[in-house]
């Protein structure tokens, strides 16, 4: 298709997710084609593309076997439902994503993005709870600045004000930890900071406020990334699982962002040597090519859904869409081409580079005031602008867009994290191009 035929006529009807609508009509940013690191523009610009998207095109845009694999299950089985009846590809695409999870997080929940992975997962937990005769743990702890997508459950365990201030009511019983974030002490560090483990403490202080067993979970982003890459502090993430081992409250890490090789290893689990006990996914599972999300869970959590009647259904849970066979062919396809091309191992061979760069590029850049990376993510935070907080990091967005680069914004954070086939060219190419915008920007 041409770039011409793409050109849309009204703007008005769209109203546009997590965007200034207003700002955007007047300039649009649209992509009409992408291939491998670029997207096209509709000016037809080349634009390198620093964030995979949405951090979901881990293995770069429109792969062939993904496309192909798309094109021939469309004409073949469009639709099957999940509800008592299932598509072949469903069972090998949830034996797959077992064998890259830890164990015993073998038993796949399919889901069609990471806000419905979330909130499956923490129904998962209140309900496993109660099939034990433990239904008084109804608690639910998130963490301040989390990122948990979008439906109730997500934004009430989720820290990101904005996201929760205008819309009233949220799920009760919902308590949040700190944050992780010290810039005083872990300014420009590369990789896991020195200093914070002693946060995870505080889920101790929840305990004894709330009374443990009235905890259900406890949810956190092993890497936070959405809210502008926060990197656990070494021995953060063992503590708190050392917790809710000794409360018998579950740890679901959501690695929506961080799985599927990000931080170099399949999760973010295996990275850090920290097993939780459900574990939600999304974005690189099918390379964003097609919407699809799942929830890990633990073999014994499974089990203990399976004690009614032969007949009866064991969880009241699922979507139209669960383990739709354009998805399961994408997904298939998409761990293909992880596995063929080794590209986790490839992120782990990138990650030094990318360290080192980010910090001789960036670091002594305009408005800085911290670079941060772990895996192939890093964060360039900027000094927000007196009285106009996060106006600064969006026009350095716009600014790169319109220098030929796509980066992700979190108020004043800039947040890379491109595809794993980047070139150590691109990379340099990508850090310059932020230098040269920040240069510019006021
Ligand atoms: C950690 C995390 N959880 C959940 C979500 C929500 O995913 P989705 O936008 O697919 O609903 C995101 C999206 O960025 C995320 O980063």
Redesign the pocket.
Known sequence: MSVQQNIPNDLESFWIPFTPNRQFKRDPRILVAAKDMHYTSLDGRQILDGSAG??CVNAGHTRKKIVEAIQQNAATLDFAPAFQFANPMAFELATRIAELTPDPLNRIFFTN???ES?DTALKIALAYHRARGEGQRTRLIGRERG????GFG?ISVGGMVNNRNVFGTMLSGVDHLPHTHNLKANAFTNGQPETGAELADRLEDLCALHDPSTIAAVIV?PMA??TGVLVPPKGYLDRLRAICDKHGILLIF?E??TGFGRLGTNFAAQRFGVTPDLM?M??GLTNAAVPM?AVACREDIYDAFDQGADHAINLFHGYTYSAHPMACAAGIATLDVYKEEKLFDRVGELESYWGEQVHAVLDDARHVIDVRNIGLVAAIELAPRDGEPTKRGFEAMIKAFEKGGMVRISGDIIALSPPFIISKDQIDDLFKLVRDVLSEID
């Open positions: 949405l951090w993005s990471g806000s979330v990122y948990h997508g979008v997500g982003e990334g959405s959501d929506v962002i939600t999304a974005k999300g």
